[in-house]
């Protein structure tokens, strides 16, 4: 299919990319250096199917190879696909407090497992990678970095800056929202989602 090509191709960009980012960060060590990888198939950031198969499409079309050939000392660990549940705490807050942004409950329970999920890849390893589809998921990327790494710099590039809010955006789609949950400035516009307990102020 067109998106599988897709998906191979960008695979094969990707290796020379990769090749020179991981030689320059090793050309002064000859140590081992060690990545996790987390898969993410969520795709309810937004209201189209198809970007949840992407982690394991990548996978298919020799992502781990790809990534291997940037550097024969690298040490790869795959930890499969994250889970996750809501709970009730979560469907509260999307009843009383963000109905208009859709999916908030499963966008809240995935990012949170996938912060805790970070912090144990980067106990474990050098380097972490998150695939996945929905860009909603780059709220859990950043918070359990930043819950690892409190000094932690980052360049956001999309085409998009993702700083909707819940009281702003006229589709309600969480995808285009991740960056609102980590920035201090915004915190008291989701004051109900308990993000002091789980996303340090950055």
Not at 105 to 125: G, P, R, T, W
């Amino acid at each position: 299919m067109w998106w599988t090509r897709q998906i191979a191709s960008s695979c094969q960009r990707l290796s020379g990319q990769l090749q020179l980012q991981f030689q320059s960060r090793c050309l002064s060590t000859s140590a081992k250096q060690t990545l996790g990888i987390i898969g993410v198939p969520f795709a309810k950031g937004q209201s189209k199917q198809g970007v949840e198969l992407a982690p394991d499409l990548l996978r298919q079309n020799k992502l781990r190879e790809v990534l291997q050939s940037s550097d024969e000392r690298l040490v790869i660990t795959d930890y499969g696909n994250l889970e996750y549940a809501t709970n009730e705490t979560l469907l509260q807050q999307q009843r009383q407090h963000y109905h208009h942004v859709r999916n908030y409950a499963d966008f809240m329970a995935c990012n949170l497992a996938l912060i805790e999920q970070v912090q144990q890849i980067l106990k474990e390893n050098e380097q972490f990678l998150t695939i996945g589809g929905d860009h909603a998921i780059g709220f859990g990327s950043v918070a359990g970095h930043l819950q690892h790494t409190p000094n932690l710099s980052l360049v956001w590039i999309d085409a998009h800056a993702d700083i909707n809010l819940h009281s702003t955006s006229q589709s309600g789609n969480i995808h285009g929202m991740p960056v609102s949950f980590l920035l201090q400035q915004l915190r008291a516009t989701w004051r109900h989602a308990a993000l002091d307990k789980i996303a340090p102020n950055w």
